[in-house]
């Protein structure tokens, strides 16, 4: 197993521009996850997804739209980037019946 | 609102050393509670996770208790190594989301 990956490593973006951070996992975990990471702070939950077709709001959604079309795929959309996006984004899942979440490498993303 | 709150932010051992780092939660009402590590440039790795009806759980050289009615969790590393060197990570699982800490940099020197 690959375990959860996610693409791309690192992006700039300029203000104003839109994007995708792609994760997918392939371990057949039901529960998937986004956080954002700024630095010298901890993880803040931005969506999460319990299922296919189902995702829901964390602490911090605003300025940011997922898709949940298949169990593997959780994509997160910047749609008008800010500097405030500025972080470095991890993806996570669960699978049912558990509470460890494994997590991808992140994915650094800089708004200039 | 949850809180979750980890001291020291920074610590630097010397190899060998016995130590303890420190989270603390402000809501008792949690399903668990779970110690990761994170790497430079990397993911998180969990570590260890209590259950809420637990008080501790070991693994290897790591060792992590949880008294809920304090708010309190440690985590307890024996004979630190330099490959100890990471960011600590705490979170606790709070109405089914995992709230972070700021979390606790470690480094052990040879």
């Known amino acids: 197993n690959a375990g959860v990956t996610q693409t791309p490593k690192f992006r700039i973006l300029k203000i104003g521009q839109s994007m995708t951070l792609q994760c997918t996992q392939d371990m057949n975990h039901n529960y998937m996850y986004w956080y954002r990471q700024d630095p010298g702070m901890g993880l803040k939950l931005i969506y999460y997804?319990?299922?296919?077709?189902?995702?829901d709001k964390g602490e911090v959604p605003n300025g940011y739209n997922v898709s949940r079309s298949t169990t593997e795929d959780f994509p997160l959309r910047l749609e008008l980037a800010a500097p405030s996006q500025t972080s470095v984004y991890f993806c996570?899942?669960?699978?049912?019946?558990?509470?460890?979440?494994?997590f991808g490498p992140g994915t650094r993303l800089t708004v200039t | 609102k949850q809180e979750v709150t980890q001291i020291p932010a920074a610590l630097s051992v010397p190899e060998g050393e016995n130590l303890v780092l420190n989270c603390s939660f402000t809501d008792s009402a949690i399903y668990n509670l779970q110690w990761f590590r994170q790497d430079p440039g990397k993911g998180l790795t969990s570590l260890l996770l209590?259950?809420?009806?637990?008080r501790e759980q070991t693994s290897g050289r790591l060792n992590a208790s949880l008294d809920k009615s304090s708010g309190r969790s440690t985590l307890y590393i024996a004979a630190s190594q330099p490959g100890d060197s990471a960011t600590y990570l705490c979170?606790?699982?709070?109405?089914?989301?995992?709230?972070f800490g700021t979390g606790t940099r470690l480094q052990v020197f040879p």
């Open positions: 979170a606790v699982d709070h109405t089914d989301k995992l709230i």
């Open positions: 209590i259950q809420s009806s637990q």
């Open positions: 996570a899942s669960t699978p049912a019946g558990s509470y460890e979440q494994y």
């Open positions: 997804s319990v299922g296919a077709g189902i995702t």
